[in-house]
């Protein structure tokens, strides 16, 4: 029931912080960061969402920006077993959902191994904060019925190693999560599978917070789009026919000239 403490002494819960407008959370993480002994926070989560927690609450920061970490996975799985093992009511507040490109299997796995009781708490994940800001859908009928999340991170001088072909579906709008500094990559692969050129892309910059920026343009135009946002401001690329259709206006239905065949 409703202010009933959620978080026992020992317990661990994995919680969304969303995209950083606090108002986005939901009702049961607000209460979780109101009922904590301690916060593990990344350094996505909004300033206005840790502002929530209560002044007694131990803040830690193990985040990271642009390849910069402050504790690697396994220094924080040991914080936080070492937390829960003291009594501690332990809060992990990842930005976005915990389980999108979160890592959360992770941290579940090795504290319920260690027999800590861990619990998630969902939060809205930046593609579905961008497509509400920017009044589009991410699907829409008969031009997008498929929605593909992707990371486009990878390591200094690797390439991505994704399935082009699949990613290519003329009838798929693909979320990429960390994908600025391989937006040229992407769009060349795209483009050589077989996605036109003109389909449209979105870059969503800082989604929901005061400094949002969203930025229009083509797949071929990707690299000249991302060009001069910040390695700290945290981008989301959209591409798709979808995000190229304001809500509101009646989607021009596929035809002969679009392929529907390939399945992620």
């Not at 206005?48 to 803040?59: C, F, R, S």
Request: hydrophobic fraction near 45%; glycine fraction near 10%; aromatic fraction near 4%.
């Amino acid at each position: 029931m409703a202010g009933e403490p959620l978080i026992a002494p020992g317990e661990v819960w994995l919680v969304g912080a969303g995209p950083g407008d606090p108002d986005l959370l939901t009702r049961k993480a607000e209460r979780l960061i109101a009922g904590c002994d301690i916060l593990f926070h990344d350094a996505l989560v909004g300033p206005g969402v840790l502002a929530l927690a209560p002044a007694h609450v131990v803040m830690v920061s193990v985040g990271k920006r642009s390849g910069r970490h402050s504790k690697d996975q396994r220094s924080i799985n040991a914080l936080m077993l070492a937390a829960a093992r003291s009594g501690m009511k332990v809060v992990r507040l990842k930005g976005g959902d915990p389980s999108v490109f979160g890592r959360s299997a992770e941290e579940v796995e090795h504290l319920a191994a260690h027999g800590v009781t861990v619990r998630i708490c969902p939060g809205i994940t930046a593609a579905s904060a961008a497509a509400a800001s920017s009044r589009v859908s991410l699907t829409l009928r008969g031009l997008a019925r498929r929605l593909t999340f992707v990371t486009a991170h990878a390591r200094a001088g690797e390439t991505l190693s994704l399935d082009w072909r699949a990613l290519a579906a003329a009838d798929t709008t693909l979320a990429f999560y960390m994908g600025r500094g391989s937006a040229g990559e992407i769009a060349r692969n795209l483009i050589a599978a077989g996605r036109r050129a003109d389909t449209p892309v979105m870059v969503a910059v800082n989604v929901s917070l005061p400094n949002e920026r969203i930025i229009r343009g083509r797949l071929d135009a990707l690299s000249f789009l991302v060009a001069t946002i910040s390695d700290d401001d945290p981008t989301l690329l959209l591409v798709g026919e979808a995000v190229g259709v304001p809500a509101g206006r009646e989607p021009v239905q596929a035809d002969q000239t679009i392929s529907m065949t390939t399945t992620i």
